[in-house]
């Protein structure tokens, strides 16, 4: 009988979470390969070599939704790591050097004795791929001098015009094949083709059932609030090509569904309003923004940040090349236009009525683009909007306050625009 059955997805989740971190202290404890990788960074190549997988990202999400961040920036900020670099980044590197120094004393340091950080090992080689941002090849060039380990970097060129062409998704194969080829080096054995369309597969059904549960918002009433998905969303970066994404995205799915016929909704009161949240959640302050959207009746149905990881393509391809494409069409990694084009089409299937962005100090990228597609969608669709300034994981950048009297005003603006229209 498996341990898992009868679990409810949440329950799945923890279980899940908790599992793949073990994986990997179980790994190192026997001598096996434990690898720090980016998030959207293909785990496929690793997962084959039967390499334990940790993500510093979700790691550093989880110790900031945990209230810990601040002892790991604390640690980065006597190395010398300065304010501006990514909160995600510096936490990790806090994280890194407490590990060093207990590696070499033999000693926990206290703030990680007292820490919320799940206890994962130190990586054997690192991973990573530039198709959500550049600082990732700096940040992971970094791990791997200090620890003086393997850093494989997978180049993803940004996308200036849509279509991707095909010397683009060629060229990107090309970067799928070194890497592995460098894994057939650090672990001393050939690639296992076959294994690696297993995972393929896993990895596409995984992604399957995480499509299914962000479907769900189109309803209205909506049984999800899209919320929701930035709790799960740890398991389809960490362990999309494992069953244990597929097992609780799928128990998640049919819960929704179950709830949807039943008429059971994400909201037991009214649903007043629809919004879109555009960009990374506010983890040391995650509560809030969920309470305070809740308490002015307003549901989360629309977010792009989660479907980074609708990473659907054809496993059968053996040129890579539709894989290639998966891992290159990530919103933030394309030109203005096709953001423009992604961020409405969510509007549209989620029913929203106004958008909250999220202008993050650590993630340049997504916050610079942010202004302006804003500016292009409001003239497009006529949708109100506003904007808050914080960060994905140093608390010290979100303010309460400014937070509730932006979103105040836009609920405010949707509910006129909705009179209106009666």
Sequence with gaps: M????????KQLLAYFQSKADQD??????????VCWSASVAPPEFCVTMG????????????????????????VADRKGYN????SYGRVNMGYMECLKEA???????????????????????????????????????????????PCIIIDVPFNHTMPIPEYAKAYIADQFRNAISQLEVICG??????????VRDQTQRSVYHWNRIAAMSQYKPSPLNGFDLFNYMALIVACRSLDYAEITFKAFADELEANLK????????????????????????LGHTFKAMKGLGSIMTGTAYPALWDLHYDANDESLHSMAEAYTRIYINTCLENKVEV??????????????????????????????????????????YVSFDGDQTDPRVFSPAQFDTRVQALVEMMEANMAAAE
């Design 262 to 285: 039943a008429g059971i909704y994400a909201f037991k009161g009214a649903e007043k309003t629809r919004f879109q949240w555009e960009g990374i959640a506010v983890w040391p302050h």
């Design 343 to 384: 961020l409405m089409n969510i509007m549209e299937k989620g029913k929203v009525d106004g958008t909250v962005y999220h202008l993050n100090r650590s993630c340049k990228l997504m916050s610079f683009l942010n202004v302006e597609t804003a500016e292009v969608i409001k003239e497009r669709n006529g949708l109100p």
């Design 83 to 86: 304010i501006d670099c990514c």
């Design 189 to 198: 054995r050939p690639f296992d083709w076959k294994k690696f369309k297993e």
């Design 103 to 149: 590696a070499i004393t033999g000693v926990k340091p206290e703030v990680l004795v007292n820490s919320p950080a799940a206890d994962v090992p130190l990586p054997d080689l690192v991973i990573t791929c530039n198709n959500i941002c550049n600082t990732l090849l700096k940040w992971y060039e970094n791990l791997a001098a200090e620890l003086d380990i």
């Design 51 to 74: 390499i334990a997988m940790i993500y510093p990202e979700t790691h550093s999400a989880g110790i900031g939704a945990r209230k810990g961040a601040m002892d790991m920036l604390e």
């Design 24 to 33: 990997a202290r179980e790994a190192k404890a026997r001598g096996d390969l």
């Design 2 to 9: 498996s341990l898992t059955q009868g679990m409810k997805a």
